[in-house]
């Protein structure tokens, strides 16, 4: 008997001693997917809280947890609202990631404890967008328009809106005809566009094509491609997503995209080191790492920091009224072109209706002739799916738009978890879709679009 007590407080000592290291492990180097899941719920509900104006606790159980990793779900927030911080941390003591509000630049990440951020945050002098007049119709002003009678019940219906819609725009011929926002979201909401953003980027880099600052056939893009086959790499490729460059964008794990978005202080200097793996302007790769690096690219064209952080708004946002839209940067205070851009669903649909008009805004041309073509016109190395300018030819679930009776010329603007724009020229038609929908739901927006379009018909 004295035996088996000693066999038995021994294997409970090694236990003991087993579960302590783990612990130890966990809290002094825990691995990297509980760093990224850290770092997301970090991310989604600092920028929620300080640019949405939502609950924190609301925007970590329904953004974050609720379709995520069953790990998220062991995450606690702490939120700072005097230092605009907010801390995620698994179990309360395991991975701790914070993510730091600037104002003008939305909040950034902060892997490495924000040394960068540590201090008074620098805050660019950005010019101001008016807020839009209540008592004027959009696209000029924010007055309440009343619903066409005819898209009534298309907007009514669940099944069309898709599960987790937060907000439905409809744009005819220039005038906003139609709304619809989920159970606590409003036409004043600002909404994360995800891979929208990279649209929205392209845009910026076309408004300095309009300057001669860059051009479609610049090559030499960075000063660390000096020398090697990335220096080949031309702002067209990048666009196309055939730069070449290894990127893994696949999500769930910790990959490129994850590493980048979450555990990276300096996004653009990840992307950048990473190697070729094929010819640039060959093969296509959808790479959110490319269209940091078009970030970089265009504010290194710039040249003063400030007034690169400043172009956004005074290039784009102020000439289409976009009040409510925030371009976030990273803590390199880099913006992240690829993913991070806030607006409100109308302001999603005004720059809709930039594209439908081929980049010109109240009879001024602010994007180069042709530039939108390219957005609407197929790559043959992504098999017709993806187009010359950030931008898709095709849907969710890349099915053609005859099998959902739409136009062909339509072309859209697509981000992560359901967000998208359908722009359908021949029909003056755009809608903005924005929610929280995962992509394994199955949802296809393309039916809302077709009944709308019907509708207005």
Same mark, same amino acid.
């Given at each position: 008997?004295?035996?088996?007590?000693?066999?038995?407080?021994?294997?409970?000592?090694?236990?003991?001693?087993?579960?302590?290291?783990?612990?130890? %492990?966990?809290?002094?180097?825990?691995?990297?997917?509980?760093?990224?899941?850290?770092?997301?719920?970090?991310?989604?509900?600092?920028?929620? &809280?300080?640019?949405?104006?939502?609950?924190?606790?609301?925007?970590?159980?329904?953004?974050?947890?609720?379709?995520?990793?069953?790990?998220? @779900?062991?995450?606690?927030?702490? $939120?700072?609202?005097?230092? #605009?911080?907010? $801390?995620?941390?698994?179990?309360?003591?395991? !991975?701790?990631?914070?993510?730091?509000?600037?104002?003008?630049?939305?909040?950034?990440?902060?892997?490495?404890?924000?040394? =960068?951020?540590?201090?008074?945050?620098?805050?660019?002098?950005?010019?101001?967008?008016?807020?839009?007049?209540?008592?004027?119709?959009?696209?000029?002003?924010?007055?309440? $328009?009343?619903?066409?009678?005819?898209?009534?019940?298309?907007?009514?219906?669940?099944?069309?809106?898709?599960?987790?819609?937060?907000?439905? &725009?409809?744009?005819?011929?220039?005038?906003?005809?139609?709304?619809?926002?989920?159970?606590?979201?409003? !036409?004043?909401?600002?909404?994360?566009? %995800?891979?929208? $953003?990279?649209?929205?980027?392209?845009?910026?880099?076309?408004?300095?094509?309009?300057?001669?600052?860059?051009?479609?056939?610049?090559?030499?893009?960075?000063?660390?491609?000096?020398?090697?086959?990335?220096?080949?790499?031309?702002?067209?490729?990048?666009?196309?997503? *055939?730069?070449?460059?290894?990127?893994? *964008?696949?999500?769930?794990?910790?990959?490129?995209?994850?590493?980048?978005?979450?555990?990276?202080? /300096?996004?653009?200097?990840?992307?950048?080191?990473?190697?070729?793996?094929?010819?640039?302007? #060959?093969?296509?790769?959808?790479?959110?790492?490319?269209?940091?690096?078009?970030?970089?690219?265009?504010?290194?064209?710039?040249?003063?920091?400030?007034?690169?952080?400043?172009?956004?708004? @005074?290039?784009?946002?102020?000439?289409?009224?976009?009040?409510?839209?925030?371009?976030?940067?990273?803590?390199?205070?880099?913006?992240?072109?690829?993913?991070?851009?806030?607006?409100?669903?109308?302001? %999603?649909?005004?720059?809709?209706?930039?594209?439908?008009? /081929?980049?010109?805004?109240?009879?001024?041309?602010?994007?180069? =002739?042709?530039?939108?073509?390219?957005?609407?016109?197929?790559?043959?190395?992504?098999?017709?799916?993806?187009?010359?300018?950030? !931008?898709?030819?095709?849907?969710?679930?890349?099915?053609?738009?005859?099998?959902?009776?739409?136009?062909?010329?339509?072309?859209?603007?697509?981000?992560?978890?359901?967000?998208?724009?359908?722009?359908?020229?021949?029909?003056?038609?755009?809608?903005?879709?924005?929610?929280?929908?995962?992509? @394994?739901?199955?949802?296809?927006?393309?039916?809302?679009? @077709?009944?709308?379009?019907?509708?207005?018909?």
């Amino acid at each position: 008997m004295r035996l088996i007590r000693r066999i038995t407080k021994g294997f409970f000592l090694l236990l003991a001693t087993a579960v302590a290291a783990v612990v130890v %492990w966990l809290a002094v180097a825990p691995p990297a997917l509980l760093r990224v899941g850290t770092g997301y719920a970090a991310k989604i509900v600092c920028s929620n &809280v300080f640019i949405a104006g939502r609950d924190p606790d609301q925007v970590l159980r329904v953004d974050v947890q609720a379709p995520g990793h069953p790990l998220l @779900k062991l995450i606690g927030l702490g $939120t700072d609202r005097e230092n #605009k911080r907010v $801390t995620a941390r698994l179990l309360g003591f395991i !991975a701790p990631n914070s993510a730091v509000y600037r104002e003008g630049l939305g909040c950034a990440s902060a892997p490495d404890g924000g040394g =960068a951020m540590a201090g008074p945050i620098p805050a660019p002098v950005l010019e101001q967008v008016a807020a839009a007049p209540t008592d004027v119709p959009w696209p000029d002003g924010a007055a309440a $328009t009343p619903t066409d009678p005819k898209l009534g019940a298309v907007l009514a219906d669940a099944t069309l809106a898709g599960p987790g819609m937060r907000a439905v &725009v409809v744009i005819k011929n220039g005038r906003l005809v139609g709304e619809a926002y989920g159970a606590g979201f409003s !036409a004043t909401t600002p909404l994360l566009g %995800w891979s929208m $953003t990279k649209t929205v980027n392209a845009a910026i880099i076309g408004r300095l094509m309009t300057e001669g600052r860059i051009a479609l056939d610049d090559r030499d893009l960075l000063p660390e491609w000096k020398g090697d086959g990335r220096a080949a790499i031309r702002i067209r490729d990048l666009f196309a997503m *055939e730069s070449g460059l290894a990127f893994n *964008e696949e999500y769930g794990d910790v990959t490129d995209v994850t590493r980048m978005l979450y555990l990276e202080p /300096d996004m653009a200097a990840f992307a950048a080191a990473r190697p070729l793996a094929a010819e640039p302007g #060959k093969v296509f790769s959808y790479s959110s790492g490319g269209s940091v690096l078009l970030s970089k690219i265009w504010m290194n064209r710039i040249g003063d920091r400030d007034e690169a952080l400043g172009y956004p708004r @005074k290039a784009l946002f102020l000439p289409l009224g976009m009040a409510n839209a925030v371009l976030e940067a990273d803590e390199a205070r880099t913006f992240v072109g690829s993913s991070y851009m806030y607006a409100t669903g109308r302001d %999603w649909a005004r720059f809709g209706q930039f594209l439908l008009q /081929d980049g010109v805004w109240k009879d001024e041309r602010l994007l180069p =002739a042709g530039f939108v073509a390219a957005m609407q016109r197929p790559t043959r190395a992504s098999g017709g799916t993806y187009t010359e300018i950030q !931008a898709w030819a095709v849907g969710p679930g890349d099915e053609p738009d005859s099998r959902y009776g739409l136009s062909d010329d339509t072309f859209r603007v697509v981000g992560h978890d359901g967000q998208t724009i359908a722009i359908v020229p021949s029909k003056k038609l755009v809608v903005v879709r924005l929610g929280l929908t995962p992509s @394994k739901l199955g949802y296809r927006p393309q039916l809302l679009v @077709k009944a709308l379009a019907d509708a207005l018909d």
